[in-house]
């Protein structure tokens, strides 16, 4: 049998969708690493462990979607910033328009109203 | 940095344990995600943070295993980098298949290049020892001419050759081609003695055209004829003998190819003899000259000190077969005739000899007897230089097979091995 979307398989959603995720947040305005934790920790479900956001943002970075600087806020200590990049905002409004056909499809087969053509 | 999370116990053994963790990443990556951590906690937690709030935290985080193994996914290329002991059990399993190669190779090449050396010297072997058996024969056809030219002298040179002497002079000049033909080839790579003997004794053979010139037109006195076909021929085939007993590499070889020169020129010796008195038998009237005795006494000499050197050289067969062969009733009449014309020539100089018992066509077929006898045995000799020869030969050359074959198949084994290894190393 194959596994159903239990605890694994819910995982491996997440992980899909976690990075556009970080995308859309820095879109708004950049985040420093607590931030941006607390900010998708907000939203119910999607992250497991607090951790895995940075290898995440290290991963986006690396691919040119995200940098990073140091910053240093008046009466606070020097914080590292992420925002996104030009290339960033691409990806993410691909990705949007993608998972909006995607989420669509999906959610028609599973409430069996796919349309038979 | 005091008074911050970052000093709670909790938070340095999350830490020291992440850094653990992070062993298989990069420096620079495991770096990065340690400060950002540290950055987070630092963050979220406050520096009077309770142990409750910081477990809630650390948990809140995920197990430093976790985040190594998200970090580790994203990390370089596909498939997890081979930890290094089994990169050095690849670079073990790659030495384990080279020496043995590597060895066996070397010590093939040099097996079989000491086998190539020996195969070639048991080569020039051969060619010297069948060189040597046309030489042998060379020298009988030569004494046989030489005692015949010193009896047409001896004559006073004026009658047409004898039958007998044109014969001569033929098988000389066969024996002659034979060595010419036995000789292409030997120069460089033999031993310098050799080729050199080799070099004078073709120049003897050259010599011959003037020599036989020389008899018919000029009165050449038989001793001095008998001279110089002693020395300009018949002593360079002599020195031909003796240089390949010395050049040629086996023992064995060596030791057959050292009794044959030595009988060679005690057969040499027999035939000055055997001129010499013919010589003087054929002249009118019979006149065993001072000089010519002095001549045939040394040439006596000279055979029994060469038959000396043979006894010395040769094995007890070959010196029991000499005694065996060369004896019978016109030896001992030969060496009695000899005895007696050396009595009235030393009593009587250049007084004929008076004929009692003493008559030029039985002492030459006496004489011959001896000779011929002795030429049995060097003949032996001949074909016993010829078969050691060859028998070295053929053991060098199946040496060389098989040390070529066995290194072959040696490599052969090891390669197969070197295949069947291969997976292993992956």
Redesign the interface.
Known sequence: MCRMAGEGGLTELRRGVLGPCVLALLEVRPRFGLELVRDLAAADGLLTSDGTVYPLLNRLRDAGLVTSEWRDEEGERARRYYSITEAGRQSLAAFRADWARFSATVGGVLNHTAVRS | MSGTALDHWLVRGYLSELDAALGGLPAA?AR??KE??A??LD??LGPDAGDQEVAA?LS????PA??AA??G??CGPPGPRPARSIRRMRWRLAVVIAVPLVTAATLGALRISSEASSYAAAGRDQRLARLDVAVVTLSRDLEDECDLSAAYAARGHARPVSPALSRARTATDAAAGTVRAAAAGIGAGYPPGAVHALAGLLAGIADLKTIRAGISSSAFPASQLIRIYTVNVIGAADTFGAAVGNAVGDTRLQATATSLAALLRAENDQSVQRAILYAALSAHPPVLFSENLSVLQQAATDERSNLTAFNSSASLAEQKLYATTVSGAAVDIASSSEILAEQQAAARPSVPLTRDGLDAGTWYRDMSTTIDDTRKVTGRLDSQLSSQADTARSHATRNLLFSGIATLILLLVLLISAVLARPLRR
């Open positions: 990556q990065e995600l950002q951590i950055a987070h963050d979220a935290a809140r985080l995920g197990s976790d985040l998200e970090a996914a994203a």
